[in-house]
């Protein structure tokens, strides 16, 4: 029994004398670390401390050149004309005058329907309007020896004009037993064969002209007197290589009051036919062209609760300005006030930034660092 209690006294002894060692050790280290931060920075920590060196950063110098304004918005493919082909009257179809996916021309007989019953109509009421001819006829002549009043011959007169309709109508009826191309342009998938009843309801195919084609977008509508019939644009579509440009030829005359748009069309040539209707179409419309702009790249600026914001060097300092923008590209923003021509934007370290932070500049042009803290090189003159 003794010889174990002896054996737990030594364990508490071990354990005791670690924890003391290391609480002895940590609080050395610890005076020696405040003494260190004490010496390097004046009692101060962090950027911008007395006695801390200047914080190295990247900057632009702001330099005004010409800024071609445009919208890129999302449009469709749309047909010159399109039309479903249908019949106007019932009946058998007798012929079909067309190859699917084939090129036809206007005027060109694409279907022919039965028309046997309406030849047959129209010979009988030829017949009947040659014999009312003839009684019309007797009926003048016996008007002019005053056999007949004139009450009689209007009669006979009346009953030729209608028969005359009569067989117009017909006629009219038979003309639409063939189905005629109302444009040229190319015909699609046929639905109906040789044979066939048809009705006029049935849709035997679609015909299409894409030459040219009409591009369909809409542009939010504080865009709107930006806008002008005649205005070229461009477009690419997904799949095909190269841009295709279009002239503006429509614009609606109001704005859309649900989704705020305006509603345009352009026409683009498409001889080859590549261009097809329903696809997708990226465009790019051209607004205004601004001389003196003033571009920074987006990563200088910081949003903030009441605008956005950006740092510049003055006097080898940090200082915060306020800016408003408009357009934005993929790398750039515009400016609209804030910046001048000559003010030193600065692109890295802004996250972490202060005002009167001391900085040391490098720009953009990858000549080095500047050789005094904070001084801004002036914009070359173009040659």
Not at 5 to 27: C, D, E, P, Q
Not at 29 to 34: C, L, P
Not at 125 to 132: F, P, Q, R
């Amino acid at each position: 029994m003794k010889t174990k209690y002896i054996v737990y006294a030594i364990l508490i002894l071990l354990v005791g004398s670690l924890v003391a060692y290391r609480i002895t050790k940590n609080k050395a280290e610890k005076a020696q670390a405040g003494a260190g931060r004490g010496g390097a920075g004046g009692g101060k920590g962090g950027p911008g401390g007395a006695g801390a060196p200047p914080m190295r950063v990247e900057g632009i110098v702001v330099t005004p050149r010409e800024f071609s304004n445009s919208l890129s918005v999302s449009g469709s493919v749309q047909a010159n004309e399109q039309v479903q082909i249908r019949s106007e009257v019932p009946g058998l179809v007798r012929a079909i005058g067309f190859s699917e996916g084939s090129s036809v021309s206007k005027g060109q007989v694409l279907l022919r329907i039965d028309d046997s019953e309406l030849r047959a109509q129209l010979a009988q009421a030829l017949t009947k309007e040659k014999l009312s001819a003839e009684n019309e006829n007797r009926a003048k002549q016996l008007l002019e020896k005053e056999a007949i009043s004139r009450e009689e011959y209007e009669t006979s007169l009346a009953d030729l004009r209608s028969l005359q309709a009569q067989t117009q109508l017909i006629r009219a009826q038979l003309a639409k037993t063939l189905v005629r191309a109302p444009f040229s342009g190319k015909i699609g998938l046929r639905s109906i064969s040789v044979g066939e009843y048809l009705t006029p309801t049935t849709a035997v195919a679609n015909l299409v002209n894409t030459d040219p084609v009409k591009i369909q977008f809409s542009v939010p509508e504080k865009y709107a007197g930006q806008l002008d019939v005649n205005s070229s644009i461009s477009f690419s579509i997904a799949g095909l290589p190269g841009k295709y440009s279009a002239r503006i030829f429509a614009i609606e005359p109001g704005i859309d009051a649900g989704s705020r748009t305006l509603q345009l069309k352009a026409r683009a040539a498409n001889p080859s036919g590549k261009l097809l209707p329903g696809s997708f179409a990226k465009i790019d419309l051209p607004l205004a062209t601004i001389k003196d702009a003033i571009l920074i790249p987006t990563q200088a600026v910081v949003p903030v609760m009441n605008g956005k914001k950006v740092y510049i060097t003055e006097d080898g300092k940090a200082k915060e300005v306020m800016i408003e923008t408009s357009a934005r590209t993929e790398k750039d923003v515009l400016v609209t006030s804030g910046l001048k021509a000559g003010d030193t934007v600065l692109t890295t370290g802004i996250m972490a930034m202060k005002p009167e932070t001391a900085v040391k500049v490098k720009t953009g042009s990858g000549k080095g660092d500047k050789g005094k803290e904070g001084e801004s090189k002036k914009p070359k003159a173009k040659s």
